[in-house]
C-alpha cells in the first residue's frame, strides 16, 4: 500500500543513495566540479536549516545565523592557522565558539519576537561583522584567514583527509546527515511539540506551564549549533575563513532557502537550497544579473505554495492519498451485495 | 469554613488613566465553585489575568492555598496547578486536536526529552484518549485545531484544562458561541469537575451561573458589588441594578429567579 510514509521512506532511500553514488555517478554524467557543489549544497543545506529550526519550529524570524556560521569558521580557522591545533580540535573549537556565542546573543535576543527579534539578531551579527572586519591581527580582516590544509587525522583506524576529494565529500556527506538526523529527533520529540506549541500561541504555551523564554533559548542554542557545524565544514572545504560570510546578505539567503523549501519541514531547507545554488552555477555563468532569477522564483514559490515548496508536496500527496482511500472504499461498497 | 483557595487582598490594575481592578480583596473558600458575574467592562478577564499571571498587579497580593503567588510568571502559575481557559479562545491551531492535549499533558513535566520519539510515550496517549471521549471529541481527533467550529474549540479547552489535572481551574465564559446541546455538555463537564477539583467561572449565561454555581460574587468597575449564594444574589436589589442597562441579562435574573 503506498500511504504518504511509505512513499517518503522510498524516497529518503533514494535520495540517500544518489547522495552516496555522487562521486563516482556525478563525473560519469556531468563533471567532477559538480561533485564539490554538492558537497557545497549539504553545508548550506545545514546553514539553512538551522534558520528553519527557529523560523519553522518555534516561530522566530533570525535574520543573523550568518555570525553562528561565522563564529564556526573562524573557530576553526584561528584554530588550525594561529592555534595550530590539529583537525578534531579546530573543528571542536568552531562549535563551542558558535554555541557560546548563540547562548550569549540568545539571552538577550529571545527575550523579544517578531519584527524585534529579527532586527535584534541582526544587529548582533553586524556588530560582530565589523568587529571581525576591524581586527585584522585575529581575523584577517576583509582578506579573511587562509590556512593550510588541516593535518591528517584518523578515525578509527582509518585515515583521512581533506586533500583526497572522496574523503572530504563523504566526510561533509556523514557530518551533515547526523545533524538532520538529530534534528529529526529532535522535532518527534517532546521538546520538539513544546517548540511548536509555542510557534502556535505562545501565551497559550505559558498558561499550560511552558517556560516559552527558557525554550526558546534552547532552541536558539540548537539553531547556533547547526550554523556552527556548518561553519566550520565549510571552513575546512575551503580552506579559509572571512568576516564577508558574517555579513547579513549570507543570513537573509538561508532564509529564503528555508522559506521557499518549505519551513517546518526537515528536509524544506535541502530543497531551498538546492533550487537556488543551481539556480546560481547554471545561470551566473552566462548571465550576471542572476539575482532577478532568484527574486522571481522566491516571489512565486511564496504567493503560489506559502507552505513552500515541500510544504506543497506534502499537501498534494495528502490529497492524492485521501483519494484513493475514497476510491477503495466506494469500490468495496459496490462489491457489496 | 476551609482554607481560602484563592485569596486576593487589595488587588489593583490600571490601565491608563481607568481602574480596571479596584483593590479588589477576595476571599473564595475551597470545595466550592464561584461564579463571578457583572456587566461588559466589570474587570472579570483582568482579574483572571491577574491570577494567572499575564498581567502585573499595579499593588495587592494574590495567595493560591496560603502561598502568595502575587508577580511568577504564567508557566509558573501554571505548574502550581491553576489552569485557566480564555475568553476568547485559545488553542494551538496548527496541531490536531489530540496533540493539543498531548503537549498540554507534557507541559507540565520538569524535563521534556530532547530525543525520544513524543508517539513513543503510551502513558500520555491513553490520557489524550480518555479525555476526548470526556469531552466527545474523538471523532476530531486528527484535525488541526484550527479548523474546529467555535464550539469544539471551548470544548477543546476545556479538555486541555482537565488533562493538566489542576488544583484550580479558572474558566472565563466557557459556554459563551456553544450551541444549546454543547452547551448541556460543558455544564455537565463542569459540575462533575466541581467535585474534585476547585473551580472558578466568569459567565455572562445566568441560567448556567444559576445552576452550577455555589457562590456568586457580583464584580461592577473593577470591585465586588455583592457576593453570596444563588439565592441571595438573585434578590440584590444592587444587582438588579447593575444589570439594568442590559436588559437581555435582566431577563436571564427574571427567569433563574422563577425557575
Ligand atoms: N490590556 C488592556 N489594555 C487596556 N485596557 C484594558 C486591557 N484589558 C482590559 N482593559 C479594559 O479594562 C476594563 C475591564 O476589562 P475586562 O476584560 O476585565 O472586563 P470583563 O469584566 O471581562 O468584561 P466582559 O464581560 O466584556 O468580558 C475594560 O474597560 C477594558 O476595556
Ligand atoms: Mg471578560
Known amino acids: ?337 | 469554613m476551609t482554607e481560602a483557595v484563592l485569596r486576593t487582598e487589595n488587588l489593583t490594575k490600571r490601565f491608563g488613566g481607568l481602574t480596571a481592578v479596584d483593590n479588589l480583596s477576595l476571599n473564595l473558600p475551597g470545595r466550592r465553585l464561584h461564579a463571578i458575574i457583572g456587566p461588559n467592562g466589570a474587570g472579570k478577564t483582568t482579574f483572571f489575568n491577574l491570577v494567572s499571571g499575564l498581567l502585573a498587579a499595579d499593588s495587592g497580593r494574590v495567595f493560591f492555598q496560603g502561598r502568595d503567588i502575587t508577580g511568577l510568571k504564567p508557566h509558573e502559575v501554571s505548574r502550581l496547578g491553576i489552569k485557566r481557559t480564555m475568553q476568547i479562545k485559545s488553542v494551538f491551531p496548527q496541531l490536531s486536536v489530540a496533540e493539543n492535549l498531548w503537549v498540554t499533558r507534557h507541559a507540565t513535566k520538569r524535563v521534556l526529552h530532547p530525543f525520544r520519539a513524543a508517539s513513543s510515550d503510551l502513558e500520555t496517549r491513553e490520557r489524550v484518549e480518555h479525555t476526548l471521549e470526556q469531552i466527545g471529541l474523538t471523532a476530531l481527533a486528527q484535525r488541526p485545531a484550527g479548523t474546529l467550529s467555535y464550539g469544539d474549540v471551548a470544548l477543546l479547552e476545556i479538555g486541555m484544562a482537565v488533562i493538566s489535572e489542576p488544583r484550580l481551574l479558572l474558566l472565563d465564559e466557557p459556554t459563551c458561541g456553544m450551541s444549546p446541546a454543547e452547551t448541556e455538555r460543558a455544564v455537565a463537564k463542569i459540575k462533575q469537575l466541581a467535585r474534585t477539583i476547585d473551580i472558578v467561572i466568569i459567565e455572562h449565561d445566568m441560567s448556567v451561573v444559576f445552576e452550577i454555581a455555589d457562590d456568586i460574587t457580583v464584580m461592577a468597575q473593577g470591585g465586588i458589588l455583592a457576593s453570596g449564594n444563588p439565592d441571595e444574589i438573585s434578590g440584590d436589589e444592587r444587582v438588579r441594578e447593575a444589570y439594568l442597562g442590559r436588559p437581555e441579562d435582566e431577563d436571564y435574573v427574571e427567569e433563574a429567579i422563577h425557575a
Not at chain 1, 169 to 184: E, Q, S
Not at chain 1, 246 to 258: C, D, I, K, L
Open chain 1, 1 to 337: 500500500m503506498m500511504t504518504p510514509a511509505v512513499i517518503a521512506r522510498v524516497m529518503l532511500i533514494a535520495f540517500g543513495a544518489f547522495l552516496v553514488a555522487v562521486p563516482w555517478l556525478i563525473p560519469v554524467i556531468l563533471n567532477k566540479f559538480w561533485v564539490s557543489v554538492i558537497a557545497e549544497i549539504m553545508i548550506w543545506s545545514l546553514f539553512a536549516a538551522s534558520v528553519n529550526l527557529l523560523f519553522g519550529y518555534i516561530g522566530l524570524l533570525s535574520f543573523g545565523q550568518a555570525l553562528y556560521f561565522g563564529f564556526g569558521m573562524y573557530g576553526v580557522a584561528i584554530g588550525v592557522a594561529t592555534l595550530g591545533l590539529s583537525f578534531w580540535p579546530a573543528f571542536g573549537l568552531g562549535i563551542v565558539a558558535s554555541i557560546a556565542i548563540a547562548l550569549v546573543s540568545g539571552i538577550f535576543a529571545v527575550r523579544l519576537t517578531w519584527h524585534y527579534f529579527a532586527i535584534i539578531t541582526v544587529v548582533f551579527s553586524l556588530i560582530f561583522y565589523f568587529f571581525a572586519v576591524s581586527v585584522k591581527p585575529l581575523t584577517g580582516g576583509d582578506d579573511g584567514i587562509n590556512f593550510a590544509l588541516p593535518p591528517t587525522f584518523s578515525i578509527g583506524g582509518v585515515t583521512g583527509s581533506f586533500s583526497d576529494a572522496n574523503f572530504q565529500y563523504f566526510f561533509i556527506l556523514a557530518t551533515v546527515a547526523l545533524c538532520f538526523f538529530l534534528m529529526h529527533r529532535v522535532i518527534r520529540s517532546p521538546l520538539g511539540k513544546a517548540f511548536v506549541a509555542i510557534r502556535d500561541n505562545d501565551v497559550r504555551a505559558a498558561l499550560i506551564g511552558l517556560n516559552v523564554y527558557q525554550l526558546r533559548l534552547i532552541a536558539f542554542v540548537m539553531a547556533g549549533f547547526l550554523a556552527g557545524v556548518a561553519g566550520a565544514l565549510f571552513a575546512f572545504f575551503g580552506r579559509y575563513a572571512s568576516a564577508s560570510y558574517m555579513f547579513y546578505h549570507v543570513s537573509g539567503e538561508a532564509v529564503v532557502w528555508a522559506i521557499v523549501g518549505g519551513a517546518g519541514t526537515l528536509f524544506g531547507p535541502v530543497v531551498g537550497t538546492t533550487l537556488f545554488i543551481v539556480i546560481r552555477e547554471i545561470v551566473s555563468t552566462h548571465w550576471e544579473h542572476h539575482a532577478f532569477i532568484v527574486g522571481a522564483v522566491a516571489i512565486l514559490v511564496v504567493i503560489f505554495a506559502p507552505k513552500g515548496l515541500v510544504g506543497l508536496w506534502n499537501a498534494e500527496l495528502a490529497r492524492w492519498s485521501e483519494r484513493t482511500n475514497d476510491a477503495s472504499v466506494k469500490t468495496k461498497l459496490r462489491t457489496e451485495p
